[in-house]
């Protein structure tokens, strides 16, 4: 089974087992056809939060929320815990204490256990948060049920002051799979490339790592038959399973046995670093959202993981519309062979989203852009992968007033989106505001904050009409310090299809 076949599932490690039931309706005398599958809210999601960091200097925080969702199920909790521990009853009651006697905290975290985060949101709606210091603080496995469980999304954000890959780093936590592309990653000197693996399950799975460079496929032996053990996590450097040294890397993460979550850590020495997250399955036209307004260079890689080669169209969508970046009309990707180009400070003081679209026939392609902010010893690096467009709904954790930036992107045609501000995590009112994206641009919008905001809070994005719509969310610390998130769908609802009781078939 491959990512595409999971996509639906990502997050919900056992949503099929908990929501995959048929509605059974009365016999009907007409004989009329079942009715199309209801979209409810889904009852158990699973996520993954890779180790983040080996710093000393490395400052973590933790940021949970789960949207209210009509429909959901009633109860639930959700938590957070070190990658192998087994979750425990919370025995939480009116005196606000556990079984153990530990208190919960007012904000909704828990003092932490034998050093280790541990994060337990009190209601839908409200974010709560957590966080740790240092470089010794593992993979985290979360699970959330009942009403927590639709669109539950964790954001793990680092900060380090100084050394290889300082500045912000940022991930969203996200469900095991079987299956990742990982364009954009590098064995070059300079570079400290790591592969996360973590496994959620009880039992081992068994990993294959394959490395695409410029000529094709690397050598890297030591990247077969890895075995993960059960609630293990695995941080493999990339120059450990090859002897060559390559700037520019398309890391394929294939799982023979098992699931685990993944991710790509990467650091560099002069220009800061982020993570890697897996780019969106492999597709003829790709979007990649989010490029900030005063990026110093544009990097994108690309890659083809089937037979033919893909000719792309290169465009921008700016605020204005689109446009073709002058020298870099289209790209030649050759089957098998990462492929980059530069594109420099495309966004020429303007927001943007790059686009990809078949020059001629389509071909499949996964994408990745590195992007740069500030200049000289002042640099810092994150990562925009291909994403999917929002869907019904798209929820981003760990916002802050002042260092929040949504970006919201219409290529195909004129969409309108509601964005809601949650309640802070530790005070403040909701507020939504609603935009229209013209047909071809990107927009970085005045996204709504909660009215008396104390704390972080959480944005949910809500397409009401039109074309297809993707966001991204940059994150800012500092002067050049940032992070960039895609804001895929949530995965929220979940298709169920509706079944009329037929005895008929017994006489068969």
């Known amino acids: 089974m491959n990512r595409t076949t999971l996509s639906l599932f990502a997050g919900t490690a056992a949503l099929a087992a908990v929501t995959a039931f048929a509605a059974v309706d009365s016999p009907s005398a007409s004989g009329a056809a079942p009715a199309a599958a209801a979209r409810l809210p889904v009852e158990r999601t699973s996520l993954v939060c890779p180790a983040p960091s080996t710093s000393d200097l490395a400052e973590t925080t933790y940021t949970s929320f789960t949207p209210v969702t009509k429909g959901a199920a009633s109860g639930g909790r959700a938590r957070l815990q070190a990658a192998g521990e087994q979750p425990a009853d919370d025995g939480s009651g009116d005196d606000g204490k556990q079984k153990d006697g530990k208190e919960k905290e007012k904000d909704g975290k828990e003092k932490k256990s034998g050093g280790q985060p541990v994060l337990t949101p009190k209601a839908p709606g409200t ?92 050598k890297a032996p030591l990247g077969e038959n890895l075995t993960v053990d059960p609630g293990a996590s695995e941080a493999i450097l990339l120059p450990t399973l090859t002897e060559e040294r390559q700037t520019d890397l398309t890391v394929h993460v294939s799982v023979r046995g098992g699931r685990v979550g993944a991710a790509v850590r990467a650091l560099d020495d002069k220009a800061g670093g982020d993570w890697l997250a897996p780019a969106a399955d492999p597709a003829d036209g790709l979007v990649l959202p989010g490029i900030p307004k005063d990026a110093t260079d544009v990097r994108l890689t690309a890659f083809v993981p089937g037979d033919d080669d893909a000719d792309l169209k290169i465009r921008l969508a700016s605020p204005d519309g689109l446009i073709t970046p002058a020298g870099n009309e289209t790209v030649h990707v050759k089957s098998g062979m990462t492929t980059t180009v530069d594109l420099g400070d495309v966004t020429r003081g303007e927001p943007g989203s790059l686009v990809l679209t078949p020059a001629d026939q389509a071909v499949p392609v996964v994408a990745a852009l590195q992007v740069v902010r500030g200049k000289g010893d002042k640099r810092e690096t994150a990562f925009i992968p291909a994403t999917a467009p929002v869907g019904t709904r798209a929820t981003s954790a760990g916002n802050s007033a002042k260092g929040t930036t949504l970006a919201l992107s219409a290529p195909e045609g004129t969409a309108t989106v509601k964005v809601t501000a949650s309640a802070g995590s530790e005070g403040g009112t909701p507020a939504t505001k609603t935009y229209t994206i013209k047909s071809g641009t990107t927009q970085n919008v005045d996204a709504p904050v909660p009215t008396g905001l104390k704390g972080t809070y959480a944005l949910t994005v809500e397409p009401v009409s039109g074309g297809p719509l993707y966001a991204a969310r940059t994150l800012t610390s500092g002067d050049t310090a940032f992070t960039v998130q895609t804001l895929p769908t949530d995965h929220g609802l979940v298709s169920v299809p509706q079944t009329r009781e037929d005895l008929s078939i017994l006489q068969k």
């Open 127 to 218: 974010p709560a948060t957590g966080d740790t210091s240092g470089g010794d603080t593992p993979a985290l496995v979360g699970t959330a049920d009942g009403s927590f469980a639709p669109g539950w999304t964790v954001q793990e954000t680092t900060e380090v002051a100084a050394g290889t890959g300082r500045g912000l780093l940022g991930v969203t936590c996200a469900g095991a799979d079987t299956d990742f592309w990982f364009p954009g990653a590098s064995t070059a000197a300079g570079r400290t490339d790591y592969v996360h693996l973590t496994n959620p399950d009880d039992s081992a799975a068994v990993v294959d790592i394959e490395l695409y460079g410029k000529d094709g496929a690397i």
